[in-house]
């Protein structure tokens, strides 16, 4: 594998910083992370950012196919200039921005569900786990590479700072485990911090199913968007449209004290509540 830098410097091109570019230098890491995988031969992978192919390339020896999603159209000859230079004939490049890309569509045309894998942007990764969650019915599972800092945000546990929107709306669909830290110093341009790599499966049966998923994330939303405030306080000045006493009267009968904030709120009692205050409009529409 020729180095990051090379090759961009033999292409007359330059890390951007704007797409949050790094790329992984050290070969040895980019199999572990296949190899802690464990890819079974005849996966479809679905590549999230495969920059100069150092992860695409181990993969594609590794499963049945890849789809490599690449934003970036000045890296795709090099990316394709690699894969052929190691015979290499399992890969569709896909040259767009992953947010747009209609999984469904993809997900329709290759007949089964994808693992989804890559080294994400840190100023796209949130925006990228909601896509997936949106879109689990097209995923068993992802191994995604983040800043560590937002890879304990996501993982995290009640109670503590960390525990925030991210971490329910994921814990509510889906299992999170750690499969190894990454340091800064096999990434070129070289980031400020290290990276985890988390492995994410998505259930095929909720544990604590939402009446309606869409209203679920909402509440979620509005109470860690007041996160100081309680969760009196933040849902109701929240764009729920709920007023002071529906809120209190859904937190009476969910059990939950209005004093508490949202990080002390388990992903059951979030699904309590949502449900109570769903079905209390129900109840309010059907009798305008």
């Known amino acids: 594998m020729l180095s990051p830098k090379r090759l961009l410097n033999t292409s007359d091109l330059r890390a951007k910083k704007a797409l949050g570019q790094n790329f992984l230098t050290d070969l040895s890491t980019a ?4 190899e802690k995988s464990r890819l079974d031969p005849e996966a479809i992978v679905l590549e999230i950012g495969a920059g100069l192919g150092a992860l695409t390339i181990p993969m594609a020896k590794t499963v049945r196919h890849v789809y490599a999603v690449e934003k970036d159209s000045s890296l795709v000859p090099v ?10 004939t399992n890969v569709t490049i896909l040259n767009q921005n992953i947010l747009n890309l209609n999984l469904q569509e993809l ?7 994808f693992i989804v894998m890559g080294n994400l942007p840190y100023n796209i990764s949130s925006q990228v786990l909601v896509y ?3 879109n689990r019915h097209c995923v068993t599972q992802a191994i995604l590479m983040f800043q560590k800092e937002l890879a304990e945000r996501i993982s995290a546990s009640p109670g503590g700072k960390d525990y925030g929107r991210l971490s329910v709306m994921l814990q509510y669909c889906a299992s999170v485990k750690h499969l190894m830290e990454i340091k800064a110093t096999v ?14 499966r998505f259930h095929d049966q909720l544990l604590f199913p939402a009446s309606d998923e869409k209203f679920l994330f909402d509440v979620i939303k509005a109470a860690f968007g007041k996160r100081r405030k309680t969760l009196k306080n933040a849902l109701t000045q ?9 809120v209190l009267t859904g937190l009476e009968i969910s059990g939950i004290d209005p004093y508490r904030r949202a990080e002390t709120l388990s992903v059951e009692e979030f699904v309590h509540l949502s449900n109570t205050f769903f079905l209390s409009k129900k109840k309010t529409i059907a009798h305008v």
């Not at 199999?31 to 296949?34: G, P, S």
């Not at 990316?79 to 290499?88: A, D, G, R, V, Y």
């Not at 997900?107 to 569900?113: I, L, W």
Request: no cysteine.
């Open 132 to 134: 997936l969650i949106q």
């Open 187 to 200: 990434f070129f341009p070289r980031p400020k911090v290290d990276s985890s790599v988390i492995e994410v």
């Open 107 to 113: 997900f329709e045309k290759s007949g089964e569900k």
């Open 238 to 246: 929240s764009q729920l449209s709920l007023k002071s006493q529906e």
């Open 79 to 88: 990316l394709e200039n690699q894969l052929n230079s190691f015979h290499i």
């Open 31 to 34: 199999m572990m992370i296949v």
